[in-house]
């Protein structure tokens, strides 16, 4: 799968497990049943980094 975004949290918009809030690119049209994957892996330093596929 192609990274098609990137999840945002803010203040009034924290991510949880069952809802988040997510930028995607400005030539990217999503469809009403297009379905969103979101997969944890580490970054070069072997934190956690979020993506959208």
Do not use: C
Request: hydrophobic share 40%.
């Amino acid at each position: 799968m192609e990274a098609i975004g990137k999840i945002i949290a803010t203040e009034k918009q924290p991510s949880t497990i069952e809802e988040f809030t997510f930028w995607t690119r400005k030539d990217l049209k999503l469809k009403p049943f297009d379905v969103v994957v979101v997969e944890y892996v580490k970054d070069v330093n072997g934190e956690p980094k979020r993506h959208l596929e």
